[in-house]
């Protein structure tokens, strides 16, 4: 692809600084005798690979949540297209079973179970940069988010509106969806993307790499279309993006992508559990919901304020919550302000500073009075300190949510329950609610693989513990949490007015199973509502011998 690689430009500098120590080892290299490359090991344009025995297997086998483990034959770790076609033809004709990770998170078990013989690993391809050609910027699917936004933040002053926490990986974050603090101003991540590169299988084992682009006469605009929200690990191997915003003018790179704020005005405070009995806990949550409902229009004026709330249990010991507003819209400090108040308003709450981690939330006792800093700062400041989240020895569980309507009282009074058991004393566990519409809610739920476009606060139920003697009480205790909150609806929140379905970057397993789910709606529509069947259509052109798969995966179409 032509253009400049931002990535490679940035890393030089570190390149030429050990070069002292690169010139000191010539006299030494020059006459030592060839060695043999270790066994597995990786050339300049072709991945390791990695198998039982190598030190490195153990690492890989596994990801962020330690519940999930393989015993692959082998790891392949891909570094390019032509890299991916090869690897995917030899399994193919092996008959091996796959999986697909970008090597950031994975709440579920797709990359990561028993079943896997082949684990294909993209987290080498980390390009981030500018194709002039497509005048789009492309992102490879190893990159992780905050490599991401440094990248084209420092090389051109754009980014994505893409998700918080800095170690969550490309490839699946984006063929999810993708959200974060910007996404009220500015859509989701894939309202943005332009093109995709994947590799696909056919029947035969014969495989190709495609480029699909949203451009309406693109005979692969099904297959770009998949990947706007249809979820990682369902139709090949994805080995690049391509982004360029619907509304891009002229050929300048700094005109064809989103601008972040150059500043935006930040708050972070703690609701004490002291503080709060029943009553007051059920008053504060109706009005975040209530605010949510009121002021989550595509045109409202508080578009550009955006807030992360973690209700966590009452072993934490508060409730943290984060607010970013863009700092340069006329107000902003009266709408922060307002905001504020109207989450405590009627409780008689104090709220103090967040003294200490929560979730997804570092400390950060510095913002209990509001504060102004640079865009790119303030996502570090959020990004790269998440306790909790990131923690690569954990183990956990993820359930997810989109509310169109504030809470019911009983929804209120099973998360109350439930977060004040005396005999839960687990500090890391938190329902994180995440500000959602404005811009979101402009695209009609049929232009992307994410139907989801009418939601206005978006919910995440998890636990997080470390010993695997544990995972009864603490799958128990999250699944009867979600099954009492949406006891109404069968225990999952179904489509109507008041919830709109799960997300598929909160994976959870569980609603694929009857015994959980007991709504009769499929767990397919809880995830694409009416958007499955086109992805079973895509499915069965691209990938019809469905050797892509997983347990939520999406089966093709039947003929």
């Known amino acids: 692809m032509s253009g400049v690689n931002r990535r490679s430009v940035l890393s030089s500098g570190a390149a030429l600084a050990g070069g002292a120590a690169v010139t000191a080892g010539l006299a030494t290299a020059a006459v030592a005798a060839p060695s043999a490359a270790p066994a597995g090991a990786a050339s300049a ?16 086998t596994t990801g962020n949540n330690q519940r999930f483990v393989a015993r692959p034959d082998y790891i392949k770790m891909i570094r390019s297209s032509a890299d991916a076609e090869k690897a995917l033809r030899d399994a193919f004709r092996a008959r091996k079973r796959v999986s697909v990770r970008s090597g950031g998170h994975c709440f579920a078990d797709f990359a990561c179970n028993p079943e896997i013989e082949v684990i294909l690993d993209f987290s080498e391809m980390t390009d981030v940069g500018y194709d002039a050609a497509r005048r789009a910027f492309y992102v490879e699917p190893g990159a992780r988010l905050i490599n991401v936004y440094e990248a084209l933040y420092k090389g051109w002053g754009v980014t994505v509106p893409g998700g918080i926490c800095y170690s969550v990986g490309a490839g699946g974050h984006i063929a ?32 190709r790499t495609v480029v699909a682009t949203r451009e309406e006469d693109d005979p692969h605009r099904d297959l770009w279309w998949a990947h706007t929200g249809g979820g990682g690990g369902n139709f090949g191997l994805v080995t690049r993006y391509w982004f360029r915003s619907p509304d891009a003018r002229g050929t300048a790179p700094e005109d064809q992508l989103i601008s972040p704020p150059s500043t935006v005005l930040v708050s972070a405070v703690d609701f004490p559990w002291d503080q709060l009995d029943e009553t007051k ?20 004026e508080y578009r550009h304020l955006s807030s992360l709330f973690n209700v966590s249990s009452k072993a934490h010991g508060s409730l943290g919550m984060f607010t970013q507003v863009d700092a340069t819209v006329p107000g902003a400090r009266q709408l922060l302000d307002s905001y504020l108040a109207a989450i405590t308003a009627g409780t008689g709450i104090k709220p103090r500073a967040l003294t200490k981690p929560t979730g997804e939330l570092p400390a950060m006792p510095q913002l209990a009075e509001p504060r102004t800093m640079p865009w790119l700062q303030a996502t570090r400041l959020v990004g790269t300190n998440n306790p909790t989240i990131t923690d690569p020895t954990s183990r956990g569980a993820h359930k997810s949510g989109y509310m169109r309507r504030n809470f019911t009282d009983a929804q209120i009074a099973a998360l109350y329950k439930h977060m004040t058991r005396p005999d839960f004393t687990n500090p890391d566990t938190m329902l994180v609610l995440f500000s959602f519409g404005g811009r979101v809610n402009a695209v009609a739920p049929d232009a992307t693989a994410n139907a989801q476009r009418s939601s206005v606060f978006k919910m995440c139920f998890q636990t997080f513990w470390q010993d695997e003697s544990e995972d009864d009480f603490y799958l128990g205790w999250v699944r009867d949490l979600y099954e009492d909150f949406f006891a109404a609806t069968g225990g999952v929140p179904v489509i109507d007015d008041r919830t709109d379905g799960c997300y598929i970057n909160y994976p959870d397993r569980d609603v694929a199973d009857p015994r959980r789910n007991r709504s009769g709606v499929p767990w397919q529509t809880l995830y694409y509502k009416d958007n499955y069947p086109k992805l079973q259509q895509v499915k069965r052109r691209y990938d019809p011998a469905n050797f892509f798969r997983h347990s939520l995966s999406v089966e093709p179409a039947k003929r």
């Open 281 to 300: 806990f059920a008053r504060l949550l109706k009005n975040f919901g209530a605010w949510h409902e009121q002021h989550s229009g595509p045109d409202s």
């Open 45 to 60: 344009g072709t991945g390791a690979t990695i198998r039982p025995g190598d030190p490195r297997y153990p690492e890989l």
């Open 176 to 207: 999810g969806g993708g959200y974060g603090l910007l996404s009220r101003a500015h859509g989701l991540v894939v309202d943005h993307l332009y093109a995709v590169e994947i590799v696909v299988v056919d029947a035969a084992g014969r495989t």
